[in-house]
């Protein structure tokens, strides 16, 4: 049996840099779906949540999973993203999706940062 995943991308429509590209596991002996990754550009509550003023990534931890807490719940701020489109690109790259511009064409032109040989 294999390992199923689910890819989430939203866009808020009023507030464009609000979004968020994530990844879930999806686990075949038991119910809801475990969040492994989310990038996110700013959002909601800043006082409680600082990294929700910038763009930030949150990554599941097994310590979060094992306190019974949301797996993605730590978060830490990036520069390796401004935008949507550069999020997109940068998430694909983490995900190593192969053949990422045959599903998402044009994704990784005029990304900045990225070198010929970076993408697979």
């Known amino acids: 049996m294999g390992w199923k ?3 989430f991308m939203r866009i808020n429509e ?3 840099e609000n979004f968020s590209i ?3 596991y999806v686990p075949s002996d038991e119910p809801g779906n475990i969040v492994l990754l989310r990038f996110n550009g700013p959002h909601g509550e800043h006082v409680l ?3 929700h003023a910038h763009y930030h990534i949150h990554e599941a931890k097994v ?3 094992a306190a019974g ?3 993605e719940r730590y978060a830490v701020v990036t520069t390796d993203y401004a935008s949507y489109p550069e999020a997109l690109a940068a998430f694909l790259r983490r995900i190593n999706l ?3 511009d045959r599903h998402f064409p ?3 032109q005029g990304t900045l940062g990225l070198k010929e040989g970076d993408r697979r």
């Open 5 to 7: 995943f689910h890819v």
């Open 14 to 16: 009023k507030f464009q």
């Open 22 to 24: 994530g990844l879930e």
């Open 49 to 51: 949540y600082p990294h």
């Open 63 to 65: 310590d979060a999973i």
């Open 69 to 71: 807490l949301k797996p």
């Open 98 to 100: 192969g053949d990422a």
């Open 106 to 108: 044009g994704v990784f």
